[in-house]
């Protein structure tokens, strides 16, 4: 399925969709089409808008859209995208999504996505130690080894340094 063509089709006629038009339900049935295909098809959304916005990594990519949407505001975007900017809203995420499904869609895409990505979360001042002047994991110490998890099994203790899935 050519997903840009979908989008850009719901977008011009979501009745045909069952959707009323809201940004909420925009997003709903995003979500919905996303979890339809694993989870895969969003993958990398989130991180190809943090960086635009400059903050926001612990947000979910349908409060990002409202936070490039509404700029300068720092409260009440879901209340805006249900009112006035309504039309802003769902515009900016549709126009958003096309442009990362079509980055997606190149060589390497997902890759600069993320790279994009990891060099803004390096670029943050709480990423780096002030003393050191350099990026350390958050569950490394400076010599490598695994902090607080020497308790762990060996799997364990090498899922939460990303080496392998976590074991239960």
Not at 38 to 47: A, S
Not at 100 to 123: H, K, V
């Amino acid at each position: 399925m050519d997903h840009r063509k979908h989008f850009a089709d719901i977008h011009r006629r979501p009745q045909l969709y069952g959707l009323d038009g809201s940004y909420h339900d925009y997003c709903t049935y995003l979500l919905g089409v996303d979890a339809g295909n694993d989870g895969g098809l969003l993958t990398g959304f989130k991180e190809s808008l943090v960086p635009r916005v400059g903050t926001g990594d612990n947000l979910t990519w349908t409060s990002l859209v409202l936070y490039l949407a509404f700029p300068g505001r720092t409260s009440g975007w879901h209340d805006e995208a249900a009112g006035d900017g309504r039309q802003v809203a769902v515009d900016l995420l549709f126009t958003l999504l096309d442009e990362f499904l079509e980055t997606r869609s190149r060589a390497r895409g997902t890759a600069a996505i993320f790279a994009g990505y990891l060099a803004w979360r390096e670029a943050q001042p709480w990423a780096r130690p002030a003393s050191l002047g350099q990026v350390v994991p958050a569950d490394q110490d400076r010599g490598g080894e695994q902090a607080g998890h020497d308790d762990l099994p060996g799997d364990q203790q090498r899922a939460r340094a990303g080496h392998l899935p976590e074991v239960q």
